[in-house]
C-alpha cells in the first residue's frame, strides 16, 4: 500500500515571498505523483504530475515540483506567491494497474497575506 | 465543456434517512471514483469503478453502495444515513493513468 505525508498543515507567507510544500511518500513500487490544489468551495484541480522522464516538473500558475526517488519526496514550489494562491494543497500518489486510485495527503493550507 | 457534474451541491438529511449522490462525466473516461473529504484528514477514498460493469470498495465504504449505470454515469447510495457520514463527497474520473478530473462536491449534513 502507498502513503502520504504532508508535513505542514499550514504555511502562512507573505506575498512575493517564495514558498515550497512538503510531501513524502512511501511506496514498494514505482509511482505516479500528483499535486491538486483546492480553491474555498470547490473541486480539486490538477497542478502538475510526474509519471516519468524529467524530475523536474513544472505545472499551471507558477508552480514546480522535484521528484526526488532517494528521499521519497515531491515537494511543490513557487518562487513568488500572489494572494490567490492561497488555497489548500494536496500531494497524491497512485501506482498504473491500467486505472489510478489516487492516495492523498491531509492537505496542506497556503495563507498567503499582503 | 461540463466535465465531471455532481448533483445535488449541498443536502440536509436525517439520521437513518436515505439519499443517492449523482454523478456524471461526458470525458469519455473509463473510470470513475467516489471520494469522502474531512476536515484534516485529506480525501479518502470510499468505492471505485475500474471501467463499465465493475466496481470495488476503497478506503472507507462501510455505509455506503455505488453503481456504476453506464459509463457516464457513477452514483453513490447511503441507505441509512448516520452523522459520521456528514463530509464533502467528490466524484472523479480518469482514463488509463492520466489524472482525475474532480467535480465540485456535494455538501451533505447529516442531523
Known amino acids: 500500500a502507498q502513503s502520504v505525508t504532508q508535513l505542514d498543515s499550514q504555511v502562512p507567507v507573505f506575498e512575493e515571498a517564495p514558498v515550497e510544500l512538503r510531501c513524502n511518500y512511501s511506496?514498494?513500487?514505482?509511482?505516479?505523483l500528483f499535486w491538486y490544489v483546492q480553491y474555498p468551495n470547490q473541486g480539486l484541480q490538477l497542478l502538475l504530475k510526474?509519471?516519468?522522464?524529467?524530475?523536474l516538473v513544472k505545472g499551471i500558475n507558477g508552480f514546480e515540483a522535484e521528484f526526488n526517488k532517494s528521499q521519497t519526496s515531491f515537494h511543490l514550489r513557487k518562487p513568488s506567491v500572489h494572494i490567490s494562491d492561497t488555497a489548500e494543497y494536496f500531494c497524491?500518489?497512485?501506482?498504473?494497474?491500467?486505472?489510478?486510485?489516487?492516495?492523498f495527503g491531509k492537505g496542506t493550507m497556503l495563507l498567503v497575506s499582503p | 465543456n461540463a466535465g465531471v457534474t455532481q448533483t445535488p451541491k449541498f443536502q440536509v438529511l436525517k439520521t437513518g434517512q436515505s439519499m443517492t449522490l449523482q454523478c456524471a462525466q461526458d470525458?469519455?473516461?473509463?473510470?470513475m471514483y467516489w471520494y469522502r473529504q474531512d476536515p484534516g484528514m485529506g480525501l479518502r477514498l470510499i468505492y471505485y469503478?475500474?471501467?463499465?460493469?465493475?466496481?470495488d470498495k476503497g478506503e472507507v465504504p462501510n455505509g455506503y453502495n455505488v453503481s456504476r449505470l453506464n459509463k457516464r454515469e457513477f452514483s453513490l447510495r447511503l441507505e441509512s444515513a448516520a452523522p459520521s457520514q456528514t463530509s464533502v463527497y467528490f466524484c472523479?474520473?480518469?482514463?488509463?493513468?492520466?489524472?482525475?478530473?474532480f467535480g465540485d462536491g456535494t455538501r451533505l449534513s447529516i442531523l
Open positions: 472523479a474520473s480518469s482514463r488509463d493513468n492520466q489524472p482525475q478530473h
Open positions: 511506496s514498494s513500487v514505482s509511482v505516479y
Open positions: 510526474y509519471l516519468s522522464g524529467s524530475t
Open positions: 497524491a500518489v497512485s501506482v498504473f494497474s491500467g486505472y489510478s486510485t489516487l492516495t
Open positions: 470525458m469519455n473516461h473509463n473510470s
Open positions: 469503478s475500474a471501467s463499465e460493469g465493475t466496481t
